[in-house]
């Protein structure tokens, strides 16, 4: 009997079976996302549909952004507010689509997934698109978020982005701070819309979309409402909304 020490002379003539394990290569664990990350566009959407449990991330000046859990009080009844504002806009305004937490690709540095997203659709005249992965590429015209306070990156690293890459209107609820900021892009800057007597701020670029703030801070959604209906009625916005009709017959 050989001993232990001395080596194993297998027979050529037996065929051992390659083990299943060994036979195929091993597959590279993808890392997950996490804030703070310094990514590509490209790897940070392939982590983040690798990880359908995260329902919001986003990239912005190439750096990852993954928000806290969302409170109640202080963004989430306001998010569906915004949302339930914007789309009573759009159920009148022909040629318009809003959209709820949608990621927008920018650029190769920035995918931000805005809380709210306004756009004339792209066989109106609106300037973005959606792309073959079905995301929406380019600068909507109007984008909404709901802030804690000024101190959010809402209105710092995402306003820049924002106003670098040509969106329109831009819109921030400080919810802590009792505050709306409206900005219209005029050249190369965001300049703050200014309100009306009543303190109802109007959009430039959706004629008839009226805010009125103060209503809105008291949680008045009904005249919310109210000074919104008073906006869709007005010559401006059924111009607006028969341009958007005529663009659309012309490409048909």
């Not at 050529?12 to 310094?38: H, Y």
């Not at 982590?47 to 202080?74: C, N």
Request: charged share 20%; aromatic share 10%; hydrophobic share 40%.
């Amino acid at each position: 009997m050989p001993s232990i020490l001395e080596p194993i002379v297998l027979d050529p003539r037996i065929s051992l079976p390659r083990s299943p394990i060994a036979a195929r290569p091993l597959e590279a664990k993808l890392p997950p996302l996490e804030s703070g990350d310094t990514l590509s566009r490209e790897e940070f959407e392939r982590r983040y549909q690798a990880m359908p449990h995260v329902t919001k991330a986003e990239l912005i000046e190439g750096v990852v952004h993954m928000p806290s859990p969302v409170r109640w009080d202080f963004h989430g009844v306001q998010h569906a507010n915004l949302i339930w504002w914007l789309n009573s806009y759009v159920i009148e305004t022909f040629g318009t689509q809003v959209g709820d937490n949608a990621t927008v690709r920018f650029d190769f540095d920035n995918e931000p997934q805005p809380d709210a997203t306004l756009i004339v659709k792209p066989h109106c005249g609106g300037q973005v698109i959606i792309d073959e992965d079905g995301y929406v590429a380019g600068a909507p015209e109007l984008v909404a978020e709901v802030a804690a306070s000024s101190a959010s990156f809402d209105l710092h690293s995402k306003f820049r982005v924002y106003r670098r890459t040509g969106v329109r209107e831009y819109l921030v609820w400080r919810v802590l701070d009792q505050e709306v900021d409206w900005f219209v892009l005029r050249g190369s800057q965001f300049e703050r819309l200014m309100p009306d007597a009543d303190g109802c701020l109007k959009s430039e670029v959706f004629p008839g979309l009226w805010l009125s703030v103060p209503h809105l801070l008291a949680a008045n959604f009904r005249m919310v409402g109210t000074v919104l209906q008073n906006g869709l009625q007005s010559a401006e916005h059924a111009a607006f909304s028969a341009k958007l009709e005529q663009v659309a017959a012309q490409g048909k």
